[in-house]
């Protein structure tokens, strides 16, 4: 019986597998979508008073897509760190984004947990401190999450797309099931947005709305 080839040796099977391409597709087409919602999100910063239902909604949405994306980004810095061949053969990101993800993350985190626990969860005697929490982790996320998205842009205008494109499709095995989790990332945010939106009334004291 003949030998298998080394994994080097055959980039066909490997293009087609998944693996680092298919992880790279998925956190790109998640990162999209985060963009997106991100930047309407924005828009209702500049009349939060009378778009305070729509900002909780948006933010809550974020939850399930953000939650998808550590995932990704996270399997794939393990993957790299074990070294998996594939993944250490396509590199990690420049060091300064290898440096401020961790960051990104946290920050994230911080503020999207902040708002939904001034929504829901806690209770009024935290209000005043969650939303100094919230604040300052908006302002140092904002100058992180601007280089981040600067740094991944190029990769995820180019990656994004390529799964709903017929050709490209093809190249990378799971397309499908890709799809599928953007999908129900999307679904899941719209019903925990749908339960947490009508409790942002909390909010409009601490703002003056």
């Known amino acids: 019986m003949a030998r298998r080839a080394p994994l080097h040796a055959r980039p066909r099977e490997q293009s087609r597998s998944g693996g680092v391409d298919g992880n790279t597709r998925l956190t790109s087409g998640l990162a999209a979508i985060i963009f997106v ?3 309407v999100e924005g828009l209702t910063i500049v009349a939060i008073g009378s778009l305070l239902t729509p900002h909780v909604f948006i933010g809550a949405l974020l939850i399930p897509p953000v939650l998808v994306k550590t995932g990704t980004t996270g399997y794939r810095m393990v993957r790299y760190y074990l070294g998996e061949r594939e993944y250490v053969r396509r590199g990690p990101p ?5 440096l401020l993800g961790p960051f990104v993350v946290i920050l994230t985190w911080v503020l999207l947990g902040s708002g939904l626990l001034l929504v829901v969860g806690a209770p009024a005697s935290w209000h005043a401190q969650l939303f100094t ?5 908006f302002v140092l996320w904002f100058g992180a999450m601007s280089i981040h998205v600067l740094g991944h842009l190029v ?4 990656f994004a797309p390529r799964d709903w494109i017929r050709f490209t499709r093809r190249q990378v095995r799971g397309a499908t099931t890709r799809q599928w989790v953007l ?4 679904v899941v945010g719209l019903i925990v947005a749908t339960l947490v939106a009508p409790h942002a009334s909390s909010w409009r004291v601490l703002i003056g709305g």
Do not use: D, P, Y
């Open 37 to 39: 919602l991100l930047f």
């Open 94 to 98: 420049a060091m300064l984004l290898r």
């Open 133 to 137: 929490i919230h604040r300052a982790s």
């Open 155 to 158: 990769e995820t205008a180019r």
């Open 183 to 186: 999908a129900a990332s999307v």
